[in-house]
């Protein structure tokens, strides 16, 4: 028995990973040469060392590594498309252990369900309402099989007092001048 099981989502994985190397080999130009960085990197191979200020160690081992291999422009190209396809199968699997739920859970707690005249409901501290800056309403979302609560948003609450005040105080006068006081929108 293989030990990578080939299901439909397995499946998917690995034509994604072919496919990488597939545009790796075959989008790119065979009239175009290797970079003079891509030069310089494998001339690291010949000097390994554990790494300069400008390129991290790892370069200059799989540098070495080309090398040992002959050197080939298919191995120049073939560690891009293995890391690439090394960073696919990372970010699938810990797509698949989190079950696709992107909106990771930071902070969770349990708390008791009580009884409040004909209702129930849940208290919360203040620490955490004060945390979340839950004031006095909140919006109640249902999605999921889960009830989600957030703090409910007036951007612009308190803004037309604060103006009053502004215009009480004086504080309302521009502080630039009009650029079209001395114009002459007439002509």
């Given amino acids: 028995m293989i030990g990578f099981l080939i299901t439909k989502k397995n499946f998917i994985l690995l034509f994604l990973i072919l496919l990488k190397f597939a545009l790796q080999y075959f989008t790119i130009n065979p009239v175009y040469e ?3 960085y891509e030069f310089l990197h494998l001339d690291l191979g010949k000097h390994l060392a554990w790494g300069y200020t400008s390129v991290p160690p790892v370069t200059a081992w799989i540098s070495f590594i080309i090398l040992q291999l002959g050197n080939s422009v298919f191995w120049v190209k073939f560690f891009p498309a293995l ?5 696919m199968v990372v970010v699938w699997k810990t797509l698949e252990e989190i079950n696709g739920n992107y909106d990771l859970k930071i ?5 008791s ?3 409040i005249g004909n209702s129930k409901g849940i208290l ?3 620490t955490l309402l004060d945390k979340y800056n839950i004031q006095d309403t909140v919006e109640v979302i249902l ?3 889960q009830i989600v609560i957030k703090p409910l948003s007036r951007p612009r609450k308190g803004w037309e007092k604060a103006f009053k005040k502004m215009a009480e105080n004086g504080d309302d006068r521009m502080l630039i001048n ?5 114009e002459n929108l007439e002509e």
């Fill in 34 to 36: 290797l970079h003079r």
């Fill in 143 to 145: 999605e999921k099989g």
């Fill in 113 to 115: 369900v009580i009884k």
């Fill in 124 to 126: 919360l501290s203040k």
């Fill in 107 to 111: 902070d969770t707690m349990e708390v």
């Fill in 178 to 182: 009009d650029v079209f006081d001395d």
């Fill in 83 to 87: 890391f690439g396809a090394l960073t």
